[in-house]
């Protein structure tokens, strides 16, 4: 038996020397399941690499948009300023919240009283968009390592048929037992490796967006002390 299980090492060490260590074994190594988690790889790549250009502080809250639209608010031109808010050319996160402001504001006999509450919401949706295609990320994070476990199970159910049928009745009997323990392995580290840098990177992300989420919310408050001024100098 110890015997067995030494051949059984040896021709695993051979399988490995073969494809010489490198990556493509183990891209190729997982069968079915492993071209699977390759695949979703590939789509996480894609979405981190969108979500590092858009969740950015010149994407978010541009300068130049945000002292625009406070220097039309601090000269009292409302209507401007929404606007300009509302101009295809400037869409960005930060403007659609002042501009969810500045129509409530405007448009409704209460606007006085709601301008705040519409920031607030306008400032939740527009976060919680985000979040939702974040959740992309997060999700391939969560499901490679199930099927890096699927995989694991069915090179393992391989290996134990094989170790069914016996040597005596198959002549390739070791060697079909070190390619499925070699599925059950290379399954495993390939979603390991999917699924470590991806809640990785979702984490990084959340919080990403919550800082940029928060200096929003402070200029929104300016934007509404401004507001409230210059509506009750219009008042007099």
Do not use: W
């Not at 010149?58 to 608010?73: D, I, S």
């Not at 999700?139 to 159910?157: D, E, S, Y």
Request: hydrophobic share 45%; proline share 3%.
């Amino acid at each position: 038996m110890n015997s067995h299980l030494t051949q059984v090492l040896l021709q695993a060490s051979a399988e490995a020397d073969k494809g010489g260590g490198s990556l493509l074994k183990f891209i190729t190594g997982g069968g079915v399941i492993g071209y699977i988690i390759v695949l979703l790889s590939i789509v996480a790549v894609a979405f981190v690499v969108i979500h590092f250009v858009q969740i950015r502080r010149v994407a978010l809250l541009p300068p130049e948009k945000v002292k625009g639209v406070r220097e039309m608010v601090e000269r009292g031109d409302l209507e401007g300023a929404l606007e300009y808010s509302t101009l295809p050319a400037n869409d960005c996160y930060y403007l659609r919240v002042i501009g969810a402001g500045l129509k409530r504001f405007l448009r409704s006999p209460f606007g006085a009283f709601e301008i705040k509450n519409a920031m607030e919401e306008a400032g939740a949706e527009e976060t919680a968009k985000l979040y939702r295609t974040m959740d992309v990320i997060a999700t391939i994070g969560a499901v490679a390592p199930l099927l890096g476990l699927l995989g694991t199970v069915q090179g393992m159910i391989g290996a134990f048929d094989t170790v069914a049928t016996g040597a005596a009745n198959n002549a390739s009997y070791y060697e079909e037992l070190a390619s499925n323990i070699a599925i059950a392995l290379i399954t495993t580290f390939q979603g390991l490796v999917v699924a470590i840098p991806c809640v990785s990177i979702y984490g990084y992300l959340r919080n990403r967006v919550d800082a940029l989420a928060g200096e929003c919310a402070g200029n929104a408050e300016e934007i509404v002390t401004l507001v409230e001024k210059s509506s009750r100098k219009g008042s007099r």
